[in-house]
Protein backbone atom coordinates (compact mmCIF):
# COMPACT_ATOMS: atom_id res chain seq x y z
CA UNK A 1 0.00 0.00 0.00
CA UNK A 2 1.43 3.09 -0.99
CA UNK A 3 1.75 6.28 1.38
CA UNK A 4 -0.72 7.91 -0.73
CA UNK A 5 -3.47 5.32 -0.53
CA UNK A 6 -3.15 5.49 3.08
CA UNK A 7 -3.22 9.13 3.50
CA UNK A 8 -6.04 9.44 1.18
CA UNK A 9 -7.89 6.66 3.32
CA UNK A 10 -7.42 7.91 6.56
CA UNK A 11 -8.29 11.30 5.25
CA UNK A 12 -11.75 9.63 4.04
CA UNK A 13 -11.76 8.18 7.58
CA UNK A 14 -11.74 10.84 8.98
CA UNK A 15 -14.24 12.77 6.95
CA UNK A 16 -16.73 9.66 7.43
CA UNK A 17 -16.43 10.36 11.50
CA UNK A 18 -16.30 13.71 11.37
CA UNK A 19 -20.20 14.26 9.33
CA UNK A 20 -22.80 11.08 9.61
CA UNK A 21 -21.82 9.77 6.01
CA UNK A 22 -24.77 10.33 3.80
CA UNK A 23 -25.91 7.24 1.61
CA UNK A 24 -25.03 7.44 -1.77
CA UNK A 25 -22.17 9.64 -1.06
CA UNK A 26 -18.81 10.10 -1.38
CA UNK A 27 -17.48 8.06 -4.20
CA UNK A 28 -20.72 7.18 -5.59
CA UNK A 29 -22.07 10.49 -5.23
CA UNK A 30 -18.66 12.18 -6.71
CA UNK A 31 -19.52 10.18 -9.95
CA UNK A 32 -22.88 11.63 -10.38
CA UNK A 33 -20.60 15.06 -11.07
CA UNK A 34 -18.83 13.28 -13.74
CA UNK A 35 -20.99 13.81 -16.88
CA UNK A 36 -22.32 17.67 -15.86
CA UNK A 37 -18.77 18.34 -15.22
CA UNK A 38 -17.23 17.15 -18.15
CA UNK A 39 -20.20 18.49 -20.81
CA UNK A 40 -19.29 22.11 -19.30
CA UNK A 41 -15.71 21.59 -19.80
CA UNK A 42 -16.31 20.44 -23.64
CA UNK A 43 -18.61 22.93 -24.15
CA UNK A 44 -18.50 26.12 -22.41
CA UNK A 45 -14.54 25.69 -20.73
CA UNK A 46 -12.94 24.69 -24.08
CA UNK A 47 -15.22 27.08 -26.60
CA UNK A 48 -14.08 29.90 -24.24
CA UNK A 49 -10.47 28.72 -24.39
CA UNK A 50 -10.82 28.86 -28.39
CA UNK A 51 -12.04 32.26 -27.96
CA UNK A 52 -9.39 33.54 -25.97
CA UNK A 53 -7.30 31.83 -28.65
CA UNK A 54 -8.91 33.60 -31.92
CA UNK A 55 -8.87 36.86 -29.89
CA UNK A 56 -4.94 36.63 -30.82
CA UNK A 57 -5.10 35.31 -34.56
CA UNK A 58 -3.64 37.03 -37.29
CA UNK A 59 -5.13 37.83 -41.01
CA UNK A 60 -3.35 34.99 -43.36
CA UNK A 61 -1.27 37.58 -45.61
CA UNK A 62 -2.64 38.03 -49.05
CA UNK A 63 -5.84 35.41 -48.10
CA UNK A 64 -9.37 36.08 -48.58
CA UNK A 65 -11.53 38.03 -46.07
CA UNK A 66 -12.35 35.56 -42.85
CA UNK A 67 -9.14 33.82 -43.30
CA UNK A 68 -6.92 33.43 -40.51
CA UNK A 69 -4.41 31.98 -38.69
CA UNK A 70 -3.31 31.13 -35.15
CA UNK A 71 -0.85 33.42 -33.41
CA UNK A 72 0.12 35.87 -31.04
CA UNK A 73 -1.15 38.94 -32.27
CA UNK A 74 -1.28 40.59 -29.45
CA UNK A 75 -2.38 43.99 -31.21
CA UNK A 76 -5.39 43.02 -31.90
CA UNK A 77 -6.68 44.43 -27.85
CA UNK A 78 -5.69 47.94 -28.68
CA UNK A 79 -6.73 48.01 -31.63
CA UNK A 80 -10.30 46.83 -31.15
CA UNK A 81 -10.80 48.47 -28.12
CA UNK A 82 -9.17 51.73 -29.70
CA UNK A 83 -11.80 51.26 -32.45
CA UNK A 84 -14.56 50.23 -30.29
CA UNK A 85 -14.65 51.19 -26.65
CA UNK A 86 -17.66 53.95 -27.26
CA UNK A 87 -19.64 51.06 -27.86
CA UNK A 88 -18.17 49.14 -24.77
CA UNK A 89 -18.97 52.01 -22.44
CA UNK A 90 -22.36 52.52 -23.68
CA UNK A 91 -23.50 48.79 -23.22
CA UNK A 92 -21.67 49.24 -19.41
CA UNK A 93 -23.96 52.67 -18.87
CA UNK A 94 -27.30 51.97 -20.45
CA UNK A 95 -27.37 48.13 -18.51
CA UNK A 96 -26.49 50.31 -15.28
CA UNK A 97 -29.18 52.78 -16.05
CA UNK A 98 -31.46 49.71 -16.88
CA UNK A 99 -30.60 48.04 -13.36
CA UNK A 100 -30.91 50.86 -11.60
CA UNK A 101 -34.79 51.67 -13.01
CA UNK A 102 -35.58 47.82 -12.54
CA UNK A 103 -34.52 48.06 -8.91
CA UNK A 104 -36.62 51.37 -8.54
CA UNK A 105 -39.73 49.89 -10.52
CA UNK A 106 -39.23 45.96 -8.98
CA UNK A 107 -38.91 46.73 -5.47
CA UNK A 108 -42.12 48.00 -4.95
CA UNK A 109 -43.66 45.06 -6.85
CA UNK A 110 -41.31 42.81 -4.70
CA UNK A 111 -42.71 43.94 -1.76
CA UNK A 112 -46.43 44.17 -2.37
CA UNK A 113 -46.54 40.50 -3.36
CA UNK A 114 -44.30 39.29 -0.43
CA UNK A 115 -44.76 41.20 2.51
CA UNK A 116 -48.41 43.41 1.39
CA UNK A 117 -50.13 40.04 0.03
CA UNK A 118 -48.81 37.98 2.83
CA UNK A 119 -51.24 34.94 4.33
CA UNK A 120 -52.98 35.47 1.01
CA UNK A 121 -52.07 32.43 -0.91
CA UNK A 122 -54.22 33.19 -4.11
CA UNK A 123 -53.71 36.73 -4.37
CA UNK A 124 -49.74 35.82 -4.12
CA UNK A 125 -49.67 32.77 -6.31
CA UNK A 126 -51.19 35.41 -8.93
CA UNK A 127 -48.68 38.21 -8.83
CA UNK A 128 -46.24 35.68 -9.39
CA UNK A 129 -47.94 34.85 -12.15
CA UNK A 130 -48.11 38.10 -13.50
CA UNK A 131 -44.43 38.74 -12.94
CA UNK A 132 -43.14 35.65 -15.09
CA UNK A 133 -46.27 36.08 -17.45
CA UNK A 134 -44.22 38.11 -20.32
CA UNK A 135 -41.64 34.54 -20.36
CA UNK A 136 -44.35 33.30 -21.71
CA UNK A 137 -44.64 35.95 -25.06
CA UNK A 138 -41.89 35.72 -27.41
CA UNK A 139 -39.00 38.28 -25.89
CA UNK A 140 -38.59 39.22 -29.42
CA UNK A 141 -42.08 40.20 -29.97
CA UNK A 142 -42.65 41.77 -26.83
CA UNK A 143 -39.40 44.68 -27.72
CA UNK A 144 -41.50 44.78 -31.03
CA UNK A 145 -44.50 45.90 -29.57
CA UNK A 146 -42.49 48.40 -27.52
CA UNK A 147 -41.22 49.78 -30.52
CA UNK A 148 -44.82 50.45 -31.23
CA UNK A 149 -45.92 51.87 -28.26
CA UNK A 150 -43.04 54.80 -28.29
CA UNK A 151 -43.36 55.44 -31.81
CA UNK A 152 -43.72 58.69 -32.68
CA UNK A 153 -47.53 58.66 -33.47
CA UNK A 154 -48.73 56.69 -30.28
CA UNK A 155 -50.10 57.96 -26.74
CA UNK A 156 -47.23 57.80 -24.85
CA UNK A 157 -45.05 60.09 -26.62
CA UNK A 158 -48.29 62.42 -27.35
CA UNK A 159 -48.93 62.44 -23.73
CA UNK A 160 -44.95 63.34 -22.84
CA UNK A 161 -45.26 66.38 -25.87
CA UNK A 162 -48.34 67.88 -24.05
CA UNK A 163 -46.13 67.24 -20.31
CA UNK A 164 -44.14 69.70 -21.64
CA UNK A 165 -41.76 66.64 -21.18
CA UNK A 166 -41.08 66.09 -24.85
CA UNK A 167 -40.72 69.50 -27.17
CA UNK A 168 -43.27 69.11 -29.64
CA UNK A 169 -41.24 67.52 -32.41
CA UNK A 170 -39.51 65.46 -29.61
CA UNK A 171 -39.57 61.58 -30.25
CA UNK A 172 -38.63 58.38 -28.24
CA UNK A 173 -38.37 56.05 -30.42
CA UNK A 174 -34.72 55.32 -31.93
CA UNK A 175 -33.15 57.28 -28.88
CA UNK A 176 -31.02 55.86 -25.81
CA UNK A 177 -34.23 56.24 -23.83
CA UNK A 178 -36.12 53.61 -25.81
CA UNK A 179 -33.23 51.33 -25.55
CA UNK A 180 -33.06 51.64 -21.59
CA UNK A 181 -36.86 51.17 -21.48
CA UNK A 182 -36.70 47.63 -23.64
CA UNK A 183 -33.52 46.63 -21.45
CA UNK A 184 -35.49 47.48 -18.26
CA UNK A 185 -38.54 45.86 -19.28
CA UNK A 186 -36.69 42.60 -20.58
CA UNK A 187 -35.08 41.54 -17.51
CA UNK A 188 -37.31 43.58 -14.83
CA UNK A 189 -38.85 39.86 -13.49
CA UNK A 190 -35.07 38.73 -13.08
CA UNK A 191 -35.13 41.47 -10.72
CA UNK A 192 -38.53 41.05 -9.31
CA UNK A 193 -37.98 37.32 -8.59
CA UNK A 194 -35.22 37.27 -6.58
CA UNK A 195 -36.76 40.26 -4.12
CA UNK A 196 -39.46 38.40 -3.78
CA UNK A 197 -37.70 35.37 -2.51
CA UNK A 198 -35.54 38.11 -0.11
CA UNK A 199 -38.54 39.63 1.19
CA UNK A 200 -40.55 36.87 1.67
CA UNK A 201 -38.21 35.29 4.01
CA UNK A 202 -38.89 38.56 6.14
CA UNK A 203 -39.92 38.03 9.91
CA UNK A 204 -43.09 40.31 9.64
CA UNK A 205 -42.73 40.21 13.38
CA UNK A 206 -39.56 41.98 12.83
CA UNK A 207 -41.32 45.25 10.82
CA UNK A 208 -43.74 45.27 13.76
CA UNK A 209 -40.84 45.73 16.59
CA UNK A 210 -40.18 48.22 14.07
CA UNK A 211 -42.93 50.29 14.49
CA UNK A 212 -43.00 49.50 18.37
CA UNK A 213 -40.32 51.40 18.66
CA UNK A 214 -42.06 54.38 17.59
CA UNK A 215 -39.80 54.00 13.86
CA UNK A 216 -41.60 56.04 11.33
CA UNK A 217 -42.15 53.83 8.73
CA UNK A 218 -39.53 55.37 6.72
CA UNK A 219 -37.01 54.20 9.31
CA UNK A 220 -38.19 50.75 9.53
CA UNK A 221 -37.60 50.34 5.73
CA UNK A 222 -34.15 51.54 5.97
CA UNK A 223 -33.22 49.78 8.89
CA UNK A 224 -35.28 46.38 8.73
CA UNK A 225 -36.51 45.85 5.51
CA UNK A 226 -34.08 47.03 3.00
CA UNK A 227 -30.73 45.37 4.83
CA UNK A 228 -32.41 42.34 5.15
CA UNK A 229 -33.74 41.99 1.54
CA UNK A 230 -30.12 42.90 0.18
CA UNK A 231 -29.38 39.07 -0.67
CA UNK A 232 -31.97 40.11 -3.12
CA UNK A 233 -31.22 43.14 -4.31
CA UNK A 234 -27.84 41.77 -4.61
CA UNK A 235 -29.15 38.61 -7.09
CA UNK A 236 -31.59 41.06 -8.87
CA UNK A 237 -29.38 43.70 -10.12
CA UNK A 238 -26.70 40.72 -11.13
CA UNK A 239 -29.64 38.87 -12.74
CA UNK A 240 -30.57 41.89 -14.58
CA UNK A 241 -27.07 43.88 -15.26
CA UNK A 242 -25.60 40.65 -17.08
CA UNK A 243 -27.66 40.10 -19.90
CA UNK A 244 -28.53 43.52 -20.07
CA UNK A 245 -24.51 44.24 -21.11
CA UNK A 246 -24.65 41.96 -23.50
CA UNK A 247 -27.76 42.03 -25.00
CA UNK A 248 -28.11 43.08 -28.57
CA UNK A 249 -31.99 42.91 -29.46
CA UNK A 250 -33.14 46.40 -27.64
CA UNK A 251 -30.27 48.25 -28.94
CA UNK A 252 -31.05 46.62 -32.76
CA UNK A 253 -34.79 46.83 -32.57
CA UNK A 254 -35.31 49.82 -30.73
CA UNK A 255 -32.17 52.46 -31.18
CA UNK A 256 -30.60 53.65 -34.20
CA UNK A 257 -27.28 52.52 -36.24
CA UNK A 258 -25.31 55.49 -34.46
CA UNK A 259 -25.67 56.60 -30.85
CA UNK A 260 -27.30 53.72 -29.51
CA UNK A 261 -25.36 50.65 -30.88
CA UNK A 262 -23.98 48.30 -28.17
CA UNK A 263 -21.34 45.87 -27.89
CA UNK A 264 -23.62 42.92 -28.66
CA UNK A 265 -24.40 44.86 -31.97
CA UNK A 266 -20.74 45.12 -32.84
CA UNK A 267 -19.66 41.60 -31.67
CA UNK A 268 -22.43 40.22 -34.50
CA UNK A 269 -21.85 42.17 -37.08
CA UNK A 270 -17.84 41.36 -36.86
CA UNK A 271 -18.61 37.77 -36.52
CA UNK A 272 -21.53 37.34 -39.65
CA UNK A 273 -21.19 40.13 -41.56
CA UNK A 274 -17.30 40.82 -41.39
CA UNK A 275 -15.86 37.75 -40.69
CA UNK A 276 -13.57 39.22 -38.26
CA UNK A 277 -13.42 36.70 -35.61
CA UNK A 278 -10.25 38.06 -33.94
CA UNK A 279 -11.99 41.53 -33.08
CA UNK A 280 -14.97 40.13 -32.09
CA UNK A 281 -13.22 37.62 -29.65
CA UNK A 282 -11.33 40.55 -28.68
CA UNK A 283 -14.65 42.54 -27.63
CA UNK A 284 -16.41 39.29 -26.52
CA UNK A 285 -13.21 38.70 -23.82
CA UNK A 286 -12.98 42.25 -22.69
CA UNK A 287 -16.80 42.13 -22.49
CA UNK A 288 -16.13 38.55 -19.88
CA UNK A 289 -13.39 39.99 -17.67
CA UNK A 290 -14.70 43.14 -16.87
CA UNK A 291 -18.20 41.71 -15.93
CA UNK A 292 -16.58 39.14 -13.69
CA UNK A 293 -14.16 41.43 -12.03
CA UNK A 294 -17.33 44.08 -11.46
CA UNK A 295 -19.50 41.26 -10.41
CA UNK A 296 -16.53 39.83 -7.98
CA UNK A 297 -16.03 43.87 -6.14
CA UNK A 298 -19.81 44.00 -6.37
CA UNK A 299 -20.61 41.13 -4.25
CA UNK A 300 -17.58 41.53 -1.59
CA UNK A 301 -18.37 45.36 -1.13
CA UNK A 302 -22.16 43.73 -0.99
CA UNK A 303 -20.89 41.15 1.25
CA UNK A 304 -18.78 43.42 3.57
CA UNK A 305 -21.99 45.96 4.02
CA UNK A 306 -23.91 43.38 4.72
CA UNK A 307 -22.03 42.48 7.86
CA UNK A 308 -21.04 45.94 9.04
CA UNK B 1 -51.51 57.25 11.49
CA UNK B 2 -52.08 59.34 8.44
CA UNK B 3 -48.51 58.85 7.17
CA UNK B 4 -48.74 54.79 7.63
CA UNK B 5 -52.13 55.40 5.38
CA UNK B 6 -50.67 57.31 2.74
CA UNK B 7 -47.23 54.78 2.18
CA UNK B 8 -49.82 52.07 2.28
CA UNK B 9 -51.79 53.78 -0.84
CA UNK B 10 -48.64 54.80 -2.63
CA UNK B 11 -46.76 51.45 -2.57
CA UNK B 12 -49.32 49.20 -4.07
CA UNK B 13 -49.66 52.07 -6.74
CA UNK B 14 -46.18 52.20 -7.82
CA UNK B 15 -46.27 48.54 -8.17
CA UNK B 16 -49.56 48.37 -9.81
CA UNK B 17 -47.80 50.76 -12.70
CA UNK B 18 -45.17 48.52 -12.42
CA UNK B 19 -47.05 45.50 -13.19
CA UNK B 20 -49.15 47.71 -15.90
CA UNK B 21 -45.93 48.42 -17.49
CA UNK B 22 -44.38 44.51 -17.35
CA UNK B 23 -47.84 43.42 -19.12
CA UNK B 24 -48.63 46.77 -21.53
CA UNK B 25 -46.71 44.78 -24.44
CA UNK B 26 -47.80 41.09 -23.53
CA UNK B 27 -51.55 42.44 -24.17
CA UNK B 28 -50.20 44.49 -27.60
CA UNK B 29 -48.87 41.08 -28.59
CA UNK B 30 -52.13 39.56 -28.32
CA UNK B 31 -53.96 42.34 -29.26
CA UNK B 32 -51.87 42.22 -32.81
CA UNK B 33 -52.90 39.07 -33.13
CA UNK B 34 -56.52 39.88 -34.02
CA UNK B 35 -55.27 42.53 -36.51
CA UNK B 36 -56.02 42.87 -39.82
CA UNK B 37 -52.61 44.04 -40.63
CA UNK B 38 -51.43 42.40 -43.75
CA UNK B 39 -48.22 41.10 -44.02
CA UNK B 40 -46.74 44.34 -42.24
CA UNK B 41 -48.85 44.36 -38.76
CA UNK B 42 -47.42 47.44 -37.49
CA UNK B 43 -50.36 49.77 -37.26
CA UNK B 44 -54.08 48.72 -36.38
CA UNK B 45 -56.12 48.41 -39.51
CA UNK B 46 -59.23 46.49 -37.66
CA UNK B 47 -60.17 43.02 -36.28
CA UNK B 48 -60.35 39.88 -37.92
CA UNK B 49 -59.62 35.88 -36.95
CA UNK B 50 -58.16 35.51 -40.34
CA UNK B 51 -54.61 34.61 -38.73
CA UNK B 52 -56.15 32.55 -35.81
CA UNK B 53 -57.89 30.44 -38.38
CA UNK B 54 -54.94 29.66 -40.52
CA UNK B 55 -52.13 30.05 -37.89
CA UNK B 56 -49.65 27.93 -39.81
CA UNK B 57 -50.99 30.98 -43.35
CA UNK B 58 -47.50 32.57 -43.41
CA UNK B 59 -44.58 31.46 -44.70
CA UNK B 60 -41.97 29.19 -42.72
CA UNK B 61 -43.70 30.46 -39.68
CA UNK B 62 -44.56 26.88 -38.28
CA UNK B 63 -41.61 25.32 -39.29
CA UNK B 64 -39.60 27.89 -36.89
CA UNK B 65 -42.36 26.70 -34.32
CA UNK B 66 -41.16 22.95 -34.61
CA UNK B 67 -37.99 24.15 -34.81
CA UNK B 68 -38.04 25.83 -31.50
CA UNK B 69 -40.47 22.81 -29.95
CA UNK B 70 -37.60 20.11 -30.75
CA UNK B 71 -34.72 21.75 -29.93
CA UNK B 72 -36.52 22.98 -26.31
CA UNK B 73 -37.56 19.29 -25.93
CA UNK B 74 -33.92 17.61 -26.60
CA UNK B 75 -32.06 20.00 -24.78
CA UNK B 76 -35.08 19.75 -21.54
CA UNK B 77 -34.28 16.36 -21.14
CA UNK B 78 -30.69 16.65 -22.02
CA UNK B 79 -30.21 19.44 -19.19
CA UNK B 80 -32.41 18.13 -16.75
CA UNK B 81 -30.63 14.78 -16.34
CA UNK B 82 -27.02 16.03 -16.54
CA UNK B 83 -28.43 18.99 -14.11
CA UNK B 84 -29.97 16.51 -11.78
CA UNK B 85 -27.30 14.70 -11.53
CA UNK B 86 -24.70 17.41 -10.88
CA UNK B 87 -27.01 18.94 -8.40
CA UNK B 88 -27.59 15.78 -5.86
CA UNK B 89 -23.49 15.11 -6.19
CA UNK B 90 -22.60 18.88 -5.76
CA UNK B 91 -24.77 18.36 -2.18
CA UNK B 92 -23.87 14.85 -1.13
CA UNK B 93 -19.83 14.48 -2.47
CA UNK B 94 -17.19 15.58 -0.19
CA UNK B 95 -14.15 16.35 -1.57
CA UNK B 96 -11.55 19.13 -2.37
CA UNK B 97 -12.92 20.23 -5.63
CA UNK B 98 -16.44 21.53 -4.55
CA UNK B 99 -15.67 25.18 -4.96
CA UNK B 100 -13.96 24.54 -8.90
CA UNK B 101 -17.27 22.62 -9.74
CA UNK B 102 -19.47 25.78 -8.17
CA UNK B 103 -17.69 28.00 -9.73
CA UNK B 104 -17.74 26.13 -13.23
CA UNK B 105 -21.45 25.76 -13.02
CA UNK B 106 -21.86 29.47 -11.77
CA UNK B 107 -19.57 30.96 -15.13
CA UNK B 108 -22.00 30.41 -17.77
CA UNK B 109 -24.59 32.50 -15.17
CA UNK B 110 -22.52 34.97 -15.38
CA UNK B 111 -21.32 35.17 -18.71
CA UNK B 112 -23.61 37.26 -21.01
CA UNK B 113 -25.18 35.44 -24.11
CA UNK B 114 -23.19 37.17 -26.69
CA UNK B 115 -19.88 35.37 -25.65
CA UNK B 116 -21.29 32.19 -24.79
CA UNK B 117 -22.68 32.49 -28.61
CA UNK B 118 -18.93 34.09 -29.64
CA UNK B 119 -16.93 31.12 -27.78
CA UNK B 120 -19.49 28.56 -28.84
CA UNK B 121 -19.34 29.06 -32.20
CA UNK B 122 -15.25 29.65 -32.61
CA UNK B 123 -15.41 26.43 -31.43
CA UNK B 124 -17.87 24.46 -33.61
CA UNK B 125 -16.11 26.35 -36.56
CA UNK B 126 -12.75 25.42 -35.26
CA UNK B 127 -14.02 21.70 -35.19
CA UNK B 128 -15.88 22.46 -38.65
CA UNK B 129 -19.36 20.95 -37.23
CA UNK B 130 -21.42 21.83 -39.12
CA UNK B 131 -23.76 24.88 -37.81
CA UNK B 132 -27.51 23.62 -37.48
CA UNK B 133 -30.22 21.58 -35.16
CA UNK B 134 -26.96 19.25 -33.62
CA UNK B 135 -25.15 22.59 -32.55
CA UNK B 136 -27.82 24.62 -31.21
CA UNK B 137 -29.11 21.55 -29.34
CA UNK B 138 -25.45 21.47 -28.10
CA UNK B 139 -25.37 25.42 -27.02
CA UNK B 140 -28.56 25.13 -25.25
CA UNK B 141 -28.12 22.09 -22.96
CA UNK B 142 -25.16 23.99 -22.06
CA UNK B 143 -26.51 27.17 -20.55
CA UNK B 144 -29.66 25.41 -19.47
CA UNK B 145 -27.27 23.31 -17.38
CA UNK B 146 -26.17 25.82 -14.68
CA UNK B 147 -30.26 26.99 -14.09
CA UNK B 148 -31.17 23.28 -13.52
CA UNK B 149 -28.16 22.98 -11.08
CA UNK B 150 -29.14 25.78 -8.84
CA UNK B 151 -33.29 25.13 -9.13
CA UNK B 152 -32.55 21.00 -7.99
CA UNK B 153 -29.85 22.04 -5.93
CA UNK B 154 -32.20 24.01 -3.34
CA UNK B 155 -34.65 20.97 -3.58
CA UNK B 156 -31.49 18.28 -2.72
CA UNK B 157 -30.40 20.38 0.31
CA UNK B 158 -33.38 20.07 1.80
CA UNK B 159 -33.68 16.42 1.36
CA UNK B 160 -33.44 14.34 5.33
CA UNK B 161 -30.59 11.76 4.26
CA UNK B 162 -32.19 9.35 6.68
CA UNK B 163 -34.85 8.71 4.50
CA UNK B 164 -32.46 6.67 2.31
CA UNK B 165 -30.24 5.68 5.22
CA UNK B 166 -34.02 4.00 6.13
CA UNK B 167 -34.32 2.14 2.66
CA UNK B 168 -30.95 0.94 2.52
CA UNK B 169 -31.39 -0.76 6.55
CA UNK B 170 -34.66 -1.83 4.68
CA UNK B 171 -32.18 -3.87 1.91
CA UNK B 172 -33.30 -1.34 -1.04
CA UNK B 173 -30.32 -1.65 -3.65
CA UNK B 174 -28.76 2.25 -3.88
CA UNK B 175 -30.81 2.10 -7.44
CA UNK B 176 -33.85 1.10 -5.74
CA UNK B 177 -33.47 3.77 -2.87
CA UNK B 178 -32.98 6.49 -5.73
CA UNK B 179 -35.66 5.75 -7.69
CA UNK B 180 -38.22 4.92 -4.59
CA UNK B 181 -37.20 7.49 -1.95
CA UNK B 182 -35.06 10.12 -3.78
CA UNK B 183 -36.46 10.53 -7.01
CA UNK B 184 -40.06 11.28 -6.06
CA UNK B 185 -39.24 13.80 -3.15
CA UNK B 186 -36.96 15.39 -5.89
CA UNK B 187 -39.49 15.43 -8.44
CA UNK B 188 -41.31 18.74 -7.60
CA UNK B 189 -37.68 20.55 -7.74
CA UNK B 190 -36.41 18.78 -11.51
CA UNK B 191 -39.94 19.68 -12.87
CA UNK B 192 -39.77 23.26 -11.80
CA UNK B 193 -36.06 23.03 -13.36
CA UNK B 194 -37.37 21.36 -16.77
CA UNK B 195 -40.02 24.09 -16.99
CA UNK B 196 -37.37 26.60 -16.65
CA UNK B 197 -35.12 24.65 -19.53
CA UNK B 198 -37.51 24.85 -22.03
CA UNK B 199 -38.81 28.34 -21.50
CA UNK B 200 -34.78 29.14 -21.53
CA UNK B 201 -34.87 27.30 -24.49
CA UNK B 202 -37.33 28.36 -26.46
CA UNK B 203 -37.11 31.70 -25.93
CA UNK B 204 -33.53 31.80 -26.67
CA UNK B 205 -32.25 34.22 -29.66
CA UNK B 206 -28.52 35.22 -28.81
CA UNK B 207 -26.74 32.15 -28.54
CA UNK B 208 -29.34 30.25 -31.50
CA UNK B 209 -28.65 33.00 -33.82
CA UNK B 210 -24.66 32.80 -33.46
CA UNK B 211 -24.85 28.44 -33.63
CA UNK B 212 -27.49 27.69 -35.66
CA UNK B 213 -26.44 28.30 -39.55
CA UNK B 214 -29.49 27.65 -41.41
CA UNK B 215 -31.57 25.94 -38.98
CA UNK B 216 -34.62 28.61 -37.74
CA UNK B 217 -36.15 28.93 -34.60
CA UNK B 218 -39.09 30.63 -33.36
CA UNK B 219 -37.38 33.60 -31.96
CA UNK B 220 -35.17 33.18 -34.97
CA UNK B 221 -37.81 33.54 -37.66
CA UNK B 222 -39.81 36.83 -35.73
CA UNK B 223 -36.24 38.48 -35.46
CA UNK B 224 -35.23 38.21 -39.36
CA UNK B 225 -38.81 38.96 -40.16
CA UNK B 226 -38.78 42.27 -38.09
CA UNK B 227 -37.37 44.39 -40.96
CA UNK B 228 -39.74 43.12 -43.68
CA UNK B 229 -42.72 42.93 -40.78
CA UNK B 230 -43.67 40.48 -38.87
CA UNK B 231 -46.68 38.08 -39.88
CA UNK B 232 -49.36 38.47 -37.17
CA UNK B 233 -49.30 34.54 -37.48
CA UNK B 234 -46.25 35.06 -35.19
CA UNK B 235 -48.37 37.21 -33.22
CA UNK B 236 -51.01 34.31 -33.05
CA UNK B 237 -48.24 31.50 -32.02
CA UNK B 238 -46.78 33.52 -29.00
CA UNK B 239 -50.46 33.98 -27.74
CA UNK B 240 -51.28 30.46 -28.35
CA UNK B 241 -48.28 29.98 -25.72
CA UNK B 242 -49.11 32.45 -23.53
CA UNK B 243 -52.51 30.52 -23.00
CA UNK B 244 -50.73 27.35 -22.80
CA UNK B 245 -48.73 27.80 -20.36
CA UNK B 246 -51.06 30.37 -18.01
CA UNK B 247 -53.10 26.53 -18.22
CA UNK B 248 -49.93 25.17 -17.33
CA UNK B 249 -49.55 27.27 -14.06
CA UNK B 250 -52.78 27.14 -12.66
CA UNK B 251 -53.09 23.43 -13.05
CA UNK B 252 -49.66 23.14 -11.33
CA UNK B 253 -50.80 25.60 -8.59
CA UNK B 254 -54.42 23.94 -8.20
CA UNK B 255 -52.84 20.45 -7.93
CA UNK B 256 -50.10 21.73 -4.96
CA UNK B 257 -53.01 23.05 -3.24
CA UNK B 258 -55.05 20.18 -3.73
CA UNK B 259 -51.99 17.96 -2.45
CA UNK B 260 -51.67 20.73 0.67
CA UNK B 261 -54.69 19.62 1.91
Known sequence: MSA????????????????????????????????????????????????????????????????????????????????????????FAFAGAATVVALVVGYPMAYVIAVRARGRRTLQGLLVVLVVA????????????????????????????????????????????????????????????????????????????????????????????????????????????????????????LGNSTTTVMIGQVVDARFFRLLDYPTAAVLSVVLMVTILVLVTAYVRRAGTEDLV | MTRLRLGGAVVPTFAALGFLFLLVPVAYTVLFSFNDGGKTNLVWRGFTLDAWRNPCGAPRVC??????????????????????????????????????????????????????GAALVSQFLSL????????????????????????????????DPALEQAAADLYATPWQAFWRVTFPLLLPGIGAAALLAFSLSFDDFIVTSFTSGGFTTFPKFVYVSATRGIPPQANVISSAMFVLALLVVLVVQVVARARRR
Request: net charge positive.
Open chain 2, 63 to 116: SALVGSLQVGAVSTVVATTLGTLLAIGLVRARFGGRPAVDLLVFLPMATPEVVL
Open chain 1, 4 to 91: ATVLRRSRAGTALAGQPPAPAGGRGARRLLVPGVLYLGVFFVLPVGTLLATSLYAPVPGGELGQYTPALRWQNYPEALGAFWPQLVRS
Open chain 2, 128 to 159: RLPLGFGTVVLAHVMFCLSFVVVAVKARVSTL
Open chain 1, 134 to 253: PFFTSFILRTIAWKQILADGGAVVGALRWLHVLPPDGRVSATSAAVVVGLTYSFLPFMVLPLFAALERLDPRLLEAGADLYAAPATTFRRVTLPLSMPGVVAGTLLTFIPAVGDYVNSSL
